[in-house]
């Protein structure tokens, strides 16, 4: 056959071919709201599992893991085990989308994570779209102002963290010369704002409010500057590395205010990095403040210690007390998914380690938090 | 080509049915992998056809992808209205990025691109109207007569669309003139610009080319996403472009295609490895650059010759004698060259001095003199390589010091080198095109708007360039890489390839040097037929024998100055340039027999 | 007033840093030809090496930094090796070949110390000096006398020894000091090994400034890197400069333009590289046709 007819043949059957798809319906399977038929109970676990907030994700998914081998020690849900599957987020907001499109394909009901809201807030969408329920450690009210129904917070939200905050610090103890430093993502600028308003509602303007970045290492030029304002409280807005390395610089060049700031501080990384000394006097606003608080934590820490070698602190707690409201609800609701096990959880009541949690409309299910100081590398309950 | 047509009706056919078989996130995969295909084929066009390192690809990305996202969300305006938007920004960054690269290549470009993209993330991490470290939501689904494009699997035909057509485009210019001057500025910016390619304005192109598709993969990922968040553009994520680049073998476009699909999935295979994965991907890239730095495309070419080696015996090509061209077609008689006064410093060394010569129209001249007596600098200050210090030479009344090299190859000047600067990446046959090649790059309007045309021009080119080729003798090699060649060959094709710019003044810097007696005398004949062709021809030489009878006149140059001008026979005797030249214990009596039969 | 003093310090520290890693990079190109782009990684390398010995093996600070210097040294042979095809290749060749490797130094690290990093207690423990209003770190100052000293060590050494006066004739012309009897591939090594030193010790310097993580390098290296560039590639002198110009366009970008100081430094850095395309120092290349 001579190349033109070939090329004929080629053309004139790849035309057929595509006609013929284009009256076949569209690729993909149709979304239906799958109906796991038994076996396991596959619930996933999204963290950083790199950079500098893996530690967060570590802790999460060791306390999510002791909940679920609680559980399954005792037969599971209603017979069936269940199936904890880490995944890593690696701290960005688009794999997080991605890991979301994943979890939604293969059949997960119910999502733990992540640690970083800026990565919450970017897989809400998909996981509403794929009505997937999921409770995170994230606590900028960001998350709730998705209005998602299926999004969850095991802990307070920043605004009830940095009330309390304000109200020890300006009401209790009469500090009004309070300077601010925060990091601009999502979790520095939700502290930022919700601390700036408790202190407004009070009549107190910060004398300095300085914004860093959320990778930065040296913050002399931030500090230099609120050292010249003499503050008696300097807040730190960021998550534990950056806290830990602001308050080690701030210490450095002779800032003496007291440090305060919210649930990281309260963690053994924020005290590592910036140093026993340093840190010693920070004021904690924190649900959690240390394993002894009373019978449930210390068995709680007790399992973790014993499971993981190593101590238990907020962010595995946290986890803890979400998965167990999962499986809970997972088992309140027989075993539904989508909007069911979403309605489920809502209804859910739980005494857990952070509290007695109640959700509500906006997904929040503590409403308060306590006050620690650290003293000599401990955190504890501040005398009210 | 045959071959290549039906290899390419396959893949597209498979491509086409692809989604058939893929689950939902399988789909996602796929699409981000056509995304990255785009930009690396950007990126392959600015670094591997044209040379130039671009490490702000993934800004270009970021720019367009952003654009979309702040003028569909903030300013309201309709999707496909921001992605023409975008891409126009993403072609003016593109501009921007490129103005260093008219300064500085290399390692020092290189450094300035990437600062310039870590500029682009830090301003992107922490401006508000980018959405800070939280980034845009809610880019709407672009609108597409009435086909619901939040379905991956329908995007993914838009992209596949959008992606033939672009790489088509891509092809299309790597393989044509645009393609070919851009890979000859990348193998020798100098010899380019000799023949006529404007590097600096090809320079930008490279750029422009580059910044166009990725902006065209920002605009497909925002559509596809529909979020936009600055780690997507980070540093990291430049790095594994360059990897795909270079794993799929750079030169190519479809190599960088099969780089950017392979590593885009091996990334997903090992996403929830992250660490050894890096590990092993590491190891890997070090490997391919060391052991195949052609990348995976080149692996074809190297296993064929192989196994050609294995299976023929001799290469029967032959070099065939040079065929002395008809009559001038427009009776010219060449240029005249006048230099005036001419003086060169560099930083202290003083290498030419208040140099003068005129060379008639039709003349063949000799420059001849001691190493260092700055010959090659008169050459380079003639042809526009190094500006002088004082003085101006001129071709025909028309001043010619200060000028560029591509403007004064359009003036009709032409040179060859010292040490050989032949295209080395480009076969024989390239190497003369990119010279035959005259039109100006306002012609390059044709590449988008009229390509007929451009083919049109390729294949008249193709048949001027068989004609020169055969005119000196190269036919049989017009497919070898010129550095496989014998040296003498190579030799000869720089000279055809200078004159493939049709000049009227040809300028030989040492066309016999490593020339054996035979392949002298055939340069002779070749330089006589091409001044009877009616192109004046200056030569530097130091084979005396030739200088002596092939030359009409000969200057001869000691220390940065003319020492003497005149016909060989009056030069060779006078004192001065035999104490210059020679020395004084030489001999002179059979250079003076030799020049006075 | 003082907050410019106080900018000036902070940037002559990290200034100091910055010039140590760009006298690496320019002396392995200056030997070898090589654009090493794991040379922030290795960085990293000596200032993991530098804190573990210090913190968990109790060594004193000071004592740490020279052996780190050796393992990193020791490393520093392997990768010449190992990198040996890449010299003299094209720059992005040379670019992603060492990118590649500094991906395998940093996955590495991340195996042996985990991804979340540590922070390093400042070695020296004093309270900062009050001097009119600044507050001056004692431990910058450490950092800038301990970098001195490298640097004059350096310099004495290419200038004043025999293997260093190879060193500067290989740079040169290879062949040619090949036949005078050098040893080009020993001194190669050498030469990179007292790169992989220099980075070791700016890691080791800069780990209490900052924090150690597997991604310190990054940075580090991409500013040094410009540092280099800045002063002129291959010119030790210039890498000096041209790191203390990048600490205090740095420093002065984070005080007045705060989170935006990258944005600056860079845009900065393009404007004078493209006044100067060789740097600040750097030789012009004459076209030789």
Known sequence: MSTQRTKQLVLS??????????????????????????????????????????????????????????????????????????????????????????????????????????????????????????????????????????????????????????????????????ALISNNGSYGKGERDAFTKALASRGVTPVDDQVVTTDQKDFSAALTSIRQKEPDVLFVGSEEVEAGLIVKQAKELGINATIAGAAPMGTPVYLQTAGEANAEGTVVSSPYLSNDTDDASKAFAKAYQKAHGEAAELHGAKAHDGANIIFTALKNSKGATGQKLADAIRATKYAGLLGDFTFDESGVGIHATSIGVISSGKLTESAK | MRYRIGAFA?????????????????????????????????????????????????????????????????????????????????????????????????????????????????????????????????????????????SEYLYYYVELIVFGLALGFAGFVAHTGLGRRMRAMRDDSLAAGAVGAPVPVLRMTAFVLASLYGGVAGVLYAGLVRYVAPETFSIANMFLLLAMVIIGGRQSILGCVVGAVALSLLREVLIDFSVYAQLGFGVVVVLMVVLAPTGLAGIPARITRVVRRRRTAEHHATLRPFAPASAPTDGGTGAGLAISGISKQFRGLKALQDVSMSVAPGEIRGVVGPNGSGKTTLFNIVSGIYTVSAGSASVDGTVVTGRRPHQLSRLGLARTFQNLRLFGQMTVLDNVLVALDRSSMWAAWRYPLWPFGILRAERDLRVRAGRLLDQFGLTDFADAAPKSLPYGIQRRLEIARAMATGPRLLLLDEPAAGLNGEEVGQLSEIVRSIRDSGVTVVLIEHNMGLVMSLCDRVTVLASGGVIADGTPAEVAVLPKVIEAYLGDSMNTNDIAAEVSP | MEVFFQTLVGGLGFGAVYALVAMG??????????????????????????????????????????????????????????????????????????????????????????????????????????????????????????????????????????????????????????????????????????????????????????????????????????????????????????????????????????????????????????????GLFGERTVNRA
Request: proline share 4%.
């Open chain 1, 13 to 178: 059957a790849a035309a057929l071919m595509l006609a013929a798809s284009t009256a076949c319906s569209a690729p993909g399977s149709t979304s239906e709201d799958q109906q796991d038929a038994g076996g396991p109970f596959k619930i996933a676990v999204v963290n950083a599992q790199s950079g500098q907030l893996s530690s967060l994700g570590q802790w999460e998914w060791k306390g999510a893991k002791l909940a679920a081998d609680q559980w399954n020690a005792k037969g599971g849900i209603n017979g069936r085990k269940i199936e904890l599957e880490l995944f890593d987020d690696q701290g960005d907001p688009t794999v997080g989308t991605n890991v979301a499109r994943k979890i939604a394909s293969e059949g997960f009901v119910a999502m733990i994570g992540t640690a970083e809201s800026a990565v919450t807030v970017a897989m809400i969408p998909i996981l509403q779209q794929s009505k997937i329920p999921n409770i995170t450690s994230g606590q900028s009210p960001a998350i709730a102002a998705t209005k998602s129904p299926f999004a969850f917070y095991n802990g307070p939200t920043s605004n009830t963290y940095d009330e309390t905050l304000a109200k020890y610090l300006v009401d209790d103890k009469g500090l009004k010369k309070i």
């Open chain 2, 10 to 150: 396959v893949l597209g056919i498979a491509a086409w049915f692809l989604p058939y078989g893929l689950g939902p996130y399988g789909i996602h995969v796929v699409d981000i992998a056509v995304v990255f295909a785009l930009l690396a084929v950007g990126l392959g066009l600015a670094m591997g056809v044209g040379g130039q390192i671009n490490l702000a690809q993934v800004a270009f990305f970021g720019v367009s992808s952003y654009a979309v996202a702040i003028l569909t969300t903030r300013a309201g305006f309709g999707f496909w209205t921001s992605a023409v938007l975008a891409l126009v920004a993403a072609a003016l960054v593109g501009v921007f990025v490129g103005i260093p690269a008219l300064r500085m290549q290399s390692h020092y470009l290189g450094i300035v691109t990437l600062g310039l993209a870590l500029a682009f993330t830090n301003w992107v991490t922490n401006s508000t109207i980018t959405g800070g470290a939280d980034g845009i939501s809610g880019i709407p689904i672009p609108p597409l007569f009435g086909i619901d494009l939040s």
């Open chain 3, 25 to 278: 990079f320019s002396l392995v190109y200056r030997t070898m030809g090589l654009v090493n782009f794991a040379h922030g990684q290795v960085v990293m390398i000596g200032a993991y090496a530098a804190s573990t010995f210090y913190m968990s093996a109790h060594v004193p600070f000071f004592v740490s930094i020279p052996v780190a210097m050796l393992v990193t040294g020791l490393i520093g042979l392997v990768i010449e090796r190992v990198l040996r095809p890449l010299e003299n290749k094209d720059f992005d060749l040379m670019l992603i070949g060492t990118i590649g490797f500094g991906m395998v130094l940093e996955s590495l690290a991340t195996i042996t110390w985990g991804a979340t990093g540590h922070a390093v207690p400042s070695p020296v423990d004093t309270a900062p000096l009050d001097l009119f209003g600044i507050r001056l770190r004692t431990y910058s100052l450490v950092v800038l006398g301990i970098a001195a000293l490298a640097t004059v060590a350096l310099v004495l050494f290419l200038q004043r020894t025999k293997r260093g006066a190879a060193m500067q004739a290989v740079a040169m012309d290879h062949e040619a000091a090949t036949a005078v009897g050098i040893h080009v591939g020993r001194s190669n090594a050498i030469a990179f090994a007292i790169g992989a030193g220099l980075a070791a010790l700016a890691g080791a310097l800069v780990a209490p400034m900052l924090y150690v993580n597997p991604t310190l390098g990054g940075s580090l290296g991409i500013k040094g890197f410009a540092a280099a560039i800045l002063g002129g590639f291959g010119n030790i002198p210039g890498a000096i400069v041209g790191g203390i110009a990048i600490g205090l366009l740095d420093s002065y970008a984070a005080g007045r333009f705060q989170a935006y100081s990258e944005l600056v430094v860079f845009l900065v850095f393009t404007v004078i590289i493209m006044i100067r395309p060789t």
